[in-house]
């Protein structure tokens, strides 16, 4: 268990600048997708977090996809930043079927990534 009940009253995490994924799906890397359970380990925790910020992490796609797929279940985030990582097209498709069940997310940032004008229109 990453948080005990009582830290469950967590409402922002910043994660910005820590390159939490910088080594996530090279082969030999040190993160073996453990630091991407631990976060999906944390955000499922976390039920009351309002802000989340994953800026400069070293997020990929696949990554990104996962992290949006746990905010479905966050009903009070209301801010996330996902600036300056490696997302395209398919992180964005992602925040589009997340933004059709989670109303409260109010501000993203999704700048200096891959995000072509195909992904915008999603």
Do not use: E
């Amino acid at each position: 268990q990453v948080i005990s009940s009582t830290q469950s009253r967590v409402c922002a995490l910043d994660l910005s600048g820590n390159p939490v994924f910088q080594d996530a799906g090279q082969q030999g890397g040190d993160n073996d997708d453990g630091d991407l359970q631990l976060l999906m380990s944390l955000l499922r925790q976390c039920v009351n977090l309002q802000v989340l910020l994953l800026g400069r992490t070293g997020m990929t796609d696949a990554i990104g996809t996962a992290v949006l797929l746990a905010l479905k279940h966050l009903p009070q985030i209301r801010w996330l930043s996902m600036s300056c990582n490696q997302l395209g097209d398919p992180t964005a498709s992602a925040l589009s079927d997340v933004k059709k069940t989670n109303s409260s997310l109010k501000r993203v940032s999704m700048v200096y990534n891959g995000i072509t004008d195909d992904g915008v229109k999603c």
